[in-house]
């Protein structure tokens, strides 16, 4: 279970600025860290666009639980849908929960390691990040 969150965010702040300065004129900055769903410091404001990725193996429970990824990102990742018969998770469950949490907000259901629901979320990348992918 999740006992503590990180106050920090000085080391992801860092590494951008690092990033920045290497690579000049960047256009794009990938700034992952698992758990920051329960994160007190981060804040979607300094972020462009949020994608929050979970994974099915996490449980069925895990979108009802909320948590600012799941409920305010720009587009929600379910990923490893694969794994869903193993951990005894079902994906209606986790689809009618995520829907709840989400309202109208994006989301998709991946087996990214086979490719599935990739277009979707280039496609959301190509629309709202503006990017071309």
């Known amino acids: 279970p999740h006992t503590a969150i990180r106050e920090d965010a000085s080391m992801n702040l860092a590494a951008v600025e690092a990033l ?3 690579f000049g004129n960047l256009d794009l900055i990938f700034v992952e860290s ?25 449980g069925e429970k895990i979108p009802r639980k909320g948590g ?21 998770a079902s994906l209606e469950v986790m689809e009618r929960d995520t829907n709840r949490m989400r309202g109208e907000r994006p989301w998709t259901f991946t087996n990214l390691k086979a490719g599935d629901g990739l277009a979707t979320i280039i496609a959301f990348l190509e629309e709202k990040g503006m990017l071309r992918v």
């Open 68 to 88: 600012p990824g799941i409920t305010k990102s720009d587009f929600l990742v379910i990923n490893k849908t694969d794994l869903a018969p193993y951990v005894g």
């Open 20 to 22: 920045s300065e290497k």
């Open 34 to 58: 698992g758990g920051d769903n329960l994160s007190a410091t981060f804040s979607p404001e300094l972020a462009d666009l949020t994608i929050y990725v979970i994974d099915v193996a996490e």
